[in-house]
C-alpha cells in the first residue's frame, strides 16, 4: 500500500510539472508559425525571364512582390495571364518565412490546351486562399518553393 501511494505522489508531481511544460511548448510553437516576419524584408522584389514549358517553348514571365508590414502583395505576368494575390508575411522559431495567401484572381488565362499543365498549377496554387509559400535564401534572393518563383530586391546587382 505505501508503494501505491509514493507511486501515485510521483505521478501527480510529474502532471505537475509535464502540464505547463507541454502548455508552453505549445504556446511556442503557436507563435513561431504565426508570427509576422519583422521589416527586414520590407521593400520590393521583382525579377524577370522565361520559363521552359514542357513542349520546349518559352514563356515570357515577370514577377514582382512587395513587403509592407507584415504583409506582402505580388503580381505574376505570364503572358498571357497575370496572377495578383496577397496576404501575411510570416516567420517560424527559425526565422523561415512563408507567404500566407489570403486573397487571389488569376487573369487572361487562355483555353488550358494552350498553357503547360505544371505552369497551370503554379498560378493557382500561388492564389489559392490558405496556400503556404515557403520562402529560401538563395544568395540576396529569396527563392518561392512551392511556386518556384525567384524575387531579387529591386537594388540586388543580379536582378532580373
Known amino acids: 500500500m505505501n508503494s501505491q501511494n509514493e507511486t501515485g505522489a510521483v505521478g501527480k508531481r510529474m502532471l505537475r510539472v509535464m502540464a ?3 502548455l508552453l511548448l505549445w504556446a511556442l510553437v503557436a507563435m513561431g508559425t504565426t508570427g509576422t516576419a519583422s521589416s527586414s524584408l520590407d521593400g520590393h522584389y521583382s525579377s524577370s525571364g522565361h520559363v521552359l514549358l514542357s513542349d520546349g517553348t518559352a514563356l515570357k514571365v515577370s514577377q514582382s512582390l512587395v513587403f509592407n508590414k507584415g504583409r506582402f502583395y505580388s503580381m505574376t ?3 498571357p495571364a497575370i496572377v495578383e494575390a496577397s496576404g501575411r ?3 517560424d522559431l527559425l526565422g523561415r518565412a512563408s507567404l500566407v495567401v489570403e486573397e487571389g484572381q488569376v487573369h487572361g488565362l487562355g483555353s ?3 498553357m503547360d499543365d505544371e505552369l497551370v498549377f503554379n498560378l493557382f496554387y500561388g ?6 509559400i515557403t520562402l529560401e535564401q538563395v544568395g540576396a534572393c529569396l527563392y518561392g518553393v512551392e511556386t518556384r518563383q525567384v524575387y531579387c530586391a529591386d ?3 543580379n536582378r532580373g
Open 155 to 157: 537594388d540586388h546587382p
Open 20 to 22: 505547463p511544460a507541454a
Open 127 to 132: 492564389v489559392h486562399k490558405g496556400a503556404r
Open 89 to 91: 508575411l510570416e516567420t
Open 112 to 114: 488550358k490546351d494552350e
Open 77 to 79: 505576368r505570364n503572358a
